[in-house]
């Protein structure tokens, strides 16, 4: 007979997540062991196991709902009616508030992405490269000209901004909703005003 699913399920399968992704955010995925992951989720190994049935698998469903989430996130920002200024900024802001109390999935999909296979990696690399699209299409909108026929200029300008929102993330884990806000303004004015002077 087959076992049932406890009404908590979803809730206890999200607190592994979590707690394991700051385990391997701070031990790093080799060091980390289902003994270390149980006992830091508070419950038996046996238990854990029944939820997952090795750390490859928790590595992997941290990284795939944690870029899955953020790629539906960004990719759906209401940007009907907004000039592509408005888009980019609105963008920023929504990326730097979604990187927010995400700071160990970050780590890991840093960390440990190479762990898994080579399918896994394809999967999430794919939810990667949609939200990098998504803000590309924004900055070739801001200023078309300035990269008419030059995807390696546009694409070292999208990951440029990537690069200033990822430092935010490195050295502002604490930041409240306004500061991040405000930087958000910072990166969308040096965005804007360096594209608009290619």
């Excluded at 997540?17 to 701070?26: N, P």
């Excluded at 996130?73 to 979604?98: M, N, S, W, Y």
Aim: charged fraction near 25%; include cysteine; charge should be neutral.
């Amino acid at each position: 007979m087959a076992r049932t699913i406890a009404k908590d399920h979803g809730q206890k399968r999200e607190q592994i997540l979590k707690t394991a992704a700051k385990v391997f955010a701070d031990q790093g995925f080799d060091r980390a062991s289902m003994t270390l992951l149980a006992k830091e989720c508070g419950i038996s190994k046996a238990n854990i196991y029944h939820y997952y049935d090795s750390k490859d698998a928790i590595l992997y469903d941290i990284l795939e709902t944690y870029l899955r989430e953020l790629r539906d996130r960004i990719c759906t920002v209401k940007t009907d009616g907004l000039t592509p200024e408005q888009k980019l900024q609105a963008t920023i802001r929504e990326i730097l508030f979604a990187y927010q109390g995400a700071d160990d999935e970050h780590r890991v999909q840093i960390s440990g992405m190479t762990a898994l296979t080579e399918d896994q990696q394809k999967l999430l690399r794919g939810y990667q490269r949609d939200l990098v699209n998504f803000v590309s299409d924004i900055v070739r909108e801001v200023s078309p000209k300035a990269f008419d026929g030059d995807n390696a200029k546009l694409r070292a300008t999208t990951m440029s901004v990537f690069g200033m929102l990822n430092w935010y993330y490195m050295w502002n884990t604490g930041a409240g909703s306004q500061a991040r806000e405000d930087y958000a303004d910072l990166v969308s004015s040096l965005t804007l005003r360096g594209v608009q002077n290619l």
